[in-house]
Nanobody, 115 residues
């Protein structure tokens, strides 16, 4: 079992920035992939950014150039730096890892962008 805990959400004005954090209970070197997802009200959960154990990071088109995924392997932490936030970025943000063939999710953190 792997536990993930997100933090850093909140209310921000359009154009502002937030950094989300995700604490992972296992070594990031042991996961096959990791990433951030979001779910807006009334919509399906969607991928925001994903990274593979030894590979590059990929972003959904709507956040490319504004969001940055990063990781601290020593601390087993993932981050999502979000700049130039827009109202359409509002939603619950989840971190996820794929470990030993299964997906593990955090509980989510709310991000609200006011216009």
């Amino acid at each position: 079992q792997v536990q993930l805990v997100e933090s850093g959400g909140g209310l921000v004005q359009a154009g502002g920035s937030l950094t989300l954090s995700c604490a992972v209970s296992t070594s990031l070197f042991s996961v096959n992939s990791m990433g951030w997802y979001r779910q807006a009200p009334g919509k399906q959960r969607e991928l925001v950014a994903t990274a593979y154990r030894w590979g590059s990071t990929h972003y959904t088109d709507s956040v490319q150039g504004r969001f940055t995924f990063s990781r601290d392997n020593a601390k087993n932490m993932m981050y999502l730096r979000m700049n130039s936030l827009k109202s359409e970025d509002t939603g619950v943000y989840f971190c996820k890892v794929e470990w030993s063939g299964d997906d593990y999710w955090g509980q989510g953190t709310q991000v609200t962008v006011s216009s």
